[in-house]
T-cell receptor, first 114, second 113 residues
Framework: AQSVTQPDIHITVSEGASLELRCNYSYGATPYLFWYVQSPGQGLQLLLKYFSGDTLVQGIKGFEAEFKRSQSSFNLRKPSVHWSDAAEYFCAVGATGGGNKLTFGTGTQLKVEL | DAGVTQSPTHLIKTRGQQVTLRCSPKSGHDTVSWYQQALGQGPQFIFQYYEEEERQRGNFPDRFSGHQFPNYSSELNVNALLLGDSALYLC????????????FGEGSWLTVV
């Protein structure tokens, strides 16, 4: 069965600083991977996804993520954080042929200091 | 282009009661899944519907049931509500059951008292 680990429960960065949120997955075959963002009391908004091909994927709001098979990682990055990026970020893995069955990590709460 | 829509947005139920939550998938999507997100946790997969049939199910008891209609919309029903069922219930949609982008709605907040 697949699993996702987000090692950082909380992260605080200053506005304008760079950001990296870590995500490690466990899955026997080639996974497909997502990052979602959730603002308080809201649903999940898709930031980016990786299915195959180029291991560096670009998303919305200036986010990018890199798939590293050797490290079983899919870390999310942003070069310069804005105060509006404060939210909870979830990494999720889907199984090949697994349809909509995503397995989520426990999330990383991002706080941005002005 | 309408995204995934869910109703109601908030509701309060009493222990032992039954609840029905509704979801309309994103335009063009035919597959709907439901997730439960407890406070401070990541979403947990409940089940998936495709072609009006339950295709996959997570580790949830039979008190959780669902339905998909010919127009691809879906309902989640929970019977004999427990306090522990209090959570945000998220609906997700995609096209087909293979690798495809999955979009989520805003969710329905259920409080059981």
């Amino acid at each position: 069965a697949q699993s996702v680990t987000q090692p950082d429960i909380h992260i605080t960065v200053s506005e304008g600083a760079s950001l990296e949120l870590r995500c490690n997955y466990s899955y026997g075959a080639t996974p497909y991977l997502f990052w979602y963002v959730q603002s308080p009391g809201q649903g999940l908004q898709l930031l980016l996804k990786y299915f195959s091909g180029d291991t560096l994927v670009q998303g919305i709001k200036g986010f990018e993520a890199e798939f590293k098979r050797s490290q079983s990682s899919f870390n999310l990055r942003k070069p310069s954080v804005h105060w509006s990026d404060a939210a909870e970020y979830f990494c999720a893995v889907g199984a090949t042929g697994g349809g909509n069955k995503l397995t989520f990590g426990t999330g990383t709460q991002l706080k941005v200091e002005l | 282009d309408a995204g995934v829509t869910q109703s109601p947005t908030h509701l309060i139920k009493t222990r032992g009661q039954q609840v029905t939550l509704r979801c309309s998938p994103k335009s063009g999507h035919d597959t709907v899944s439901w997730y439960q997100q407890a406070l401070g946790q990541g979403p947990q997969f409940i089940f998936q519907y495709y072609e009006e049939e339950e295709r996959q199910r997570g580790n949830f008891p039979d008190r959780f049931s669902g339905h998909q209609f010919p127009n691809y919309s879906s309902e989640l029903n929970v019977n004999a509500l427990l306090l522990g069922d209090s959570a945000l219930y998220l609906c997700a949609s995609s096209l087909g059951v293979l690798r495809n982008t999955i979009y989520f709605g805003e969710g329905s907040w259920l409080t059981v008292v």
